[in-house]
């Protein structure tokens, strides 16, 4: 489990403004590396800019999130109230940023836990290169292969994204996925696609 010492770490009034649109509440945002480390958030605002990829809290009054255009956001939920969110790129569900966060909802007390993905590019538009699509499959099985609309070797996000899911022991009918491609979506910024800067929040509150 990763640690930001507490910090909250100030942000542009504008930024400031768009996230009190969303929810009034001070947000636990992650400076996100690809990897699976996962902040325990103790109260409202703490470990605001954490180094990590997922975050998760028992607590009231708390707004967890991650930045992503074509990861998968993934916002997970028990009915104890545990929740959770995670930033998961190829990368870091290859190095685990799921079953780390599951493990740590468990640890705060969820039984059974409820995940959706959010929108991340799809197999159609996200060619891969065959020596990584090899390293994904060995981690998460030949489901995640696929191909994209040309034909060339492609990654399935969303499988790989529940195949880790599964691995962490969440019940495959518990995941659900929203199944939006960003790179295909208008309504959405893509890197892959569009090479655009900006990013989607996906934001988890009590």
Known sequence: MGHGGGAVVDVRPDVAARRRAVVDL????LRQVHGASVVRVAGPGDNAGATADAAVTAE???A???LT??????????AEGVIGVAHAGWRGVVAGV??????????LGATEIEAVIGPCIHAGCYAFGADDLDTVAARLGDGVR???AAG???LDVPAAVRAALTSAGVDPTNIADVDVCTACSRHHFSWRARAEQQRQAAVMWR
């Open 152 to 154: 060339e070797p492609a």
């Open 98 to 107: 799921l079953d780390a966060t599951v493990g740590e909802m468990r640890s």
């Open 64 to 66: 967890i999130a991650v």
């Open 146 to 148: 696929a191909t994209t």
């Open 60 to 62: 009231a009054g708390t």
């Open 69 to 78: 255009a074509d990861c998968a956001p993934v916002a997970l939920a028990s």
């Open 26 to 29: 001070p947000w636990t945002w």
